[in-house]
């Protein structure tokens, strides 16, 4: 009965996401932003060609002239995930086109993600609340709209899954689970890189459960298959390959396969010796075991000295050091995504934190502890954050409602203490629900420990433990008006929370981010220039024509123009982003050659005067300047600040960028030359190109079009500047002739 | 009114191949030359040079350059291949001709013949600064030189110049033996600019100067820093001639007979007929102009060719060359036509081999690199129309299957791994059910 109850909720707990997410399609159903593109690119390739072709994938269409192995270089959970809800669609005869299933994927991924919250929380009332914070969570909900096919879209639901089994499996010691775990845990390294997130914090949840003397033979089962199984699965995964046993991300894993096998035999011999024998044999193996260990751990140690950063991969290494990037990748640090949240991003995103950590099962203290901890260093680990938070609240709020409603019908129960009958007929509605939360409170008290795979001398100091906590609860009675208020506030509470969940992801998250709008006095503008530009150079230029751009833009320019670029942003080659940052940022005829160079056609800028690319200008200049040292930083500093304003530098006035984007007549748009952003005038605002021609320009000025123009036919002697003779020229020699 | 139709008929197909015969890619050499004097009386004083022109079947329009219906082109086609200015004192060409249309002109592919002379208009200069070439500034000034000037009239002006440009492609293969007479106004060239070459150049001992007046201060231009006739090849092959005398065109210079001043040679007959002729030819196209047919490649043992490469393929690289011999493609004979396997550098760099008959061929193993490569011939010889062509083919690096299975080497590691597996389930049987 109970077991029916629970289902409506969770219906509409999965509902949710989806009719929030539904709020974003806003204008149309369009794919947002920039790697959503690349995915959805890569998922029609795969519809297309199957997967073998996928697998194989050399794209020849970015990273001019290098090139991409996409098949090796992709995450293909995602991607495949897509692919077959499009194929199984249309063996069914539902033809959907793949950029709808694009689209939905999210949504629908957001449903399956609440769901797994619900069995990883545990007791009713707890997960249906988790279930439905994490419907609307805003930080969720950023990854989880329509439109937004990215990696995250289903990573997070193979995440809490994979936790979920994780559970299950300690819970039960079934290697059915165990198996079931390891599948779940191949899911999660095929869509996401964040599944060293799992590989981490399972070995940590081990090792914590081994420190506290809470081994059992459903550990072991829990872990053992989970590493083996898991890494072979993960080696079959292109993208990791090796590195899933050659990167030091991994070797917590494996150093804790190590320890509970120690622990495992140091178990098994226990109970076949003596405990006499047993001390002898403890001290021999320890002082022996430490030996090993130490000879393990120097080689190791060596192993990762003789690499150059130390066997951490860049992105890994700004996550344990957050100065790391800043310091010696640029770009790392270039991308908003890895970098320090703001504070009020927390309170932005997550706004569900009101909650005390409560009688919380260690696993998920662990989880939510480290996703603080690594959502701190990188933004965009706030997504790993945002279950982990759900989950705690889930657990106190449901368990703040226990108590209040429990004394409720405390208060109620002793003015009607002869009417026992009559009470339990007017509160059935009240009574079902707490008797549910109630004995979830228990179930929650219960399990916990038992989950923790304790020992059999544990359990009388249990359930004393479970009974005073009953008894307490019986203390725990509050006054029946404090109660009621306090109801109400946490509704009121609730209901802001699903206000700003509604709100932010209607407004905040719904951008698709290549479709703008600006709200001024005389009505809604809505800026659809990005693809404008896209379809005027599909429909302009050749089909072999490159195209350069700052990387950002580049996975929407393959996609919806389908011309080669010269880097996008998957950002693997430094050097070649290194070497468009330098052209972006030096005088005109340098970045003529340097384009050339490269065959490029066509330049794509993003109008300084309204969008950022003056601000993208200072990573341009700073990731170039990291590889080619000609690039100065310090050139286009006036009082350490970028400035085109009447105290600009020299520097910064001649290179390429803001050139084509000063001589963008600003002057044009305005009249004045003003620079919006940044709300100062730009001295120089006549700007003449001699290398370049503006082909292009979007309706609202935001994109502009460069061609580079041919060589000379000619090349002009340096005699005294005879002007070119048009008429107004002839006319001074005309005016010569008389003397002759 | 049958009749009509096919005497229009007889005579489209009678025109057909004149109009075929104009100015083309397939046919290079102009045809429709328009000349621009100053003085008509040039066309006899010069009837020489034009009347090998003619007799090499160009047609010449004689214009004075000041006449007011001159154009260079109508309703957006141009009426000439070539054109010839031998207008030096004129300031401002009539009709709707400037300086500009001109540069224009050359743009356009089509060539020119520019001389200049002593006391050369602004208007002339400016046309040749367009093509890269300094004039002496001083209007006044010419090229003197003491000791290698012309013995005939004992004007040290008038210079008997050998030091010509070698290369057979310009000059014709006959080595021009007498020097040249030339007597006109220095040039420089910038030494930075490659398109320009000096064809003619003056000797050490040259300067240029002003030859009435006295030198009151050392001149701007000597040595052999001078050039007397210079050719620019522009990057879209049209080819301009800038001489700074007129008179080395002329009759009388053609057939005096010259010796050098300290020389005991002496000829009948100066170089400038042989040296006007030759460079006529070459600046009309009829020599050292090239076509080079698309690139053609295909691994071993195909005919097609592929989209795509894999590393490590073995293919086969040709392209088809041939040079206009004024009348006819022929087949292009030389050793050092090159071909690059690029990628940001070249990764494969091998010179051609020639069958005789235009067709150039090679063939190579494609790097062990992946990426977007290009086939480029780059072929850049003095003289020569710059061949530069290029194709792109991407090379992908071994598909899943297409690695080795089983690695020789790795035998051992094999033996280990399946051994371990019997081992563990042989174990396996013998501790569940050995009791």
Known sequence: MAALERIPPLVVASFLPHSLCALVIKYESVIHEFDPYFNYRVTQFLSKNGIYEFWNWFDDRTWYPLGRVIGGTVYPGLTLTAGTIWWVLNSLNIPLSVETVCVFTAPVFSAFASWATYLLTKGSGAGLTAAALLAMVPSYISRSVAGSYDNEAVAIFALIFTFYLYIKTLNTGSLFYATLNAIAYFYMVCSWGGYTFIINLIPMHVLLCIVTGRYSPRLYIAYAPLVVLGTLLAALVPVVGFNAVLTSEHFASFLVFIIIHVVALVYYIKGILSPKMFKVAVTLVVSIGLVVCLIVVAVLVALVASSPTGGWSGRSLSLLDPTYASKYIQIIASVSEHQPPTWPSYFMDINACFSPLSDASSFVVLYIVMSVYFSGVMVRLMLVLAPAACIMSGIALSQAFDVFTASIKYQLGEMSNSKDDVKEKISTNNETKDDASSAKGEKVAKERPSKKGKKKEREPADKPSVKSKIAKKKALVLPLEASIVALLLLIMLGAFYVIHCVWAAAEAYSVPSIVLTSQSHDGLHVFDDFRESYAWLSHNTDVDDKLASWWDYGYQTTAMANRTVIVDNNTWNNTHIATVGTAMSSPEKAAWEIFNSLDVKYVLVVFGGIDLNINKFLWMVRIGGGVFPHIKEADYLRDGQYRIDSEATPTILNCLCTGTNLSCKFVETDGKGYDWVRRTEIVKKNFKLTHFEEVFTSHHWMVRIYKLKPQKNRIRGKGKKLKLKTSTGFSKTAKKNPWM | ?435
């Open chain 2, 1 to 435: 009114m049958m009749n009509l139709s096919r005497s229009v008929a007889l005579i489209s197909l009678f025109l057909l191949p004149l109009l075929s015969f104009s100015f083309s890619v397939d046919n290079p050499t102009d045809r429709r030359v328009l000349v621009l004097l100053d003085d008509l009386s040039l066309k006899s004083s010069h009837s020489i040079f034009f009347s090998t022109l003619k007799s090499r079947g160009f047609d010449l329009d004689f214009k004075l350059a000041d006449d007011s219906k001159l154009a260079l082109q109508r309703y957006g086609q141009y009426l000439y291949d070539g054109l010839i200015i031998f207008a030096p004192s004129t300031e401002r060409f009539g009709g709707s001709l400037d300086s500009k249309s001109i540069a224009d002109f050359v743009d356009s592919g089509r060539d020119l013949i520019l001389s200049a002379d002593t006391s050369a208009s602004d208007l002339i200069r400016g046309i040749a600064l367009e093509c890269g070439v300094d004039f002496d500034e001083d209007s006044s000034a010419m090229v003197i030189d003491h000791s290698s000037f012309s013995l005939s009239d004992g004007d040290h002006t008038l210079i008997a110049a050998d030091d010509l440009v070698k290369s057979d492609v310009i000059l014709g293969k006959t080595k021009i033996e007498a020097p040249v007479l030339f007597r006109g106004v220095a040039h420089s060239l910038n030494p930075t600019n490659n398109l320009v070459l000096k064809v003619l150049s003056a000797s050490p001992s040259a300067y240029s100067a002003n030859p009435s007046s006295k030198l009151s201060s050392p001149p701007q231009l000597t040595g052999s820093a001078i050039s007397l006739v210079s050719v620019m090849q522009a990057r879209n092959n049209a080819r301009v001639v800038i001489s700074g005398s007129l008179q080395l065109f002329s009759d009388r210079l053609f057939r005096s007979g010259v010796q050098k001043a300290g020389s005991p040679n002496k000829y009948e007959k100066s170089g400038n007929e042989q040296f006007a002729t030759e460079l006529s030819k070459w600046v009309f196209h009829e020599r050292g102009h090239l076509k080079a047919g698309s690139l053609v490649h295909h691994r071993v043992g195909e005919t097609d060719e592929p989209s795509i490469y894999r590393i490590k393929d073995d293919l086969e690289f040709s392209v088809e060359t041939l040079e206009w011999s004024g009348r006819s493609w022929e087949p292009y004979v030389a050793d050092d036509l090159q071909v690059q396997f690029y990628m940001m550098s070249p990764y494969v760099l091998k010179t051609l081999s020639t069958d005789k008959k235009g067709m150039f061929h090679t063939s190579f193993k494609v790097p062990d690199v992946y990426g977007v490569f290009q086939f480029k011939v780059e072929y850049e010889k003095l003289g020569y129309t710059t061949l530069s062509l290029s194709k792109q083919i991407p090379v992908r690096p071994y598909r899943h299957n297409e690695y080795e299975r089983f690695i020789p080497t790795a035998y051992p590691y094999y033996g280990a791994c399946f051994t371990t597996m019997a081992g563990f389930f042989v174990f396996s049987f013998v501790y569940l059910y050995h009791k």
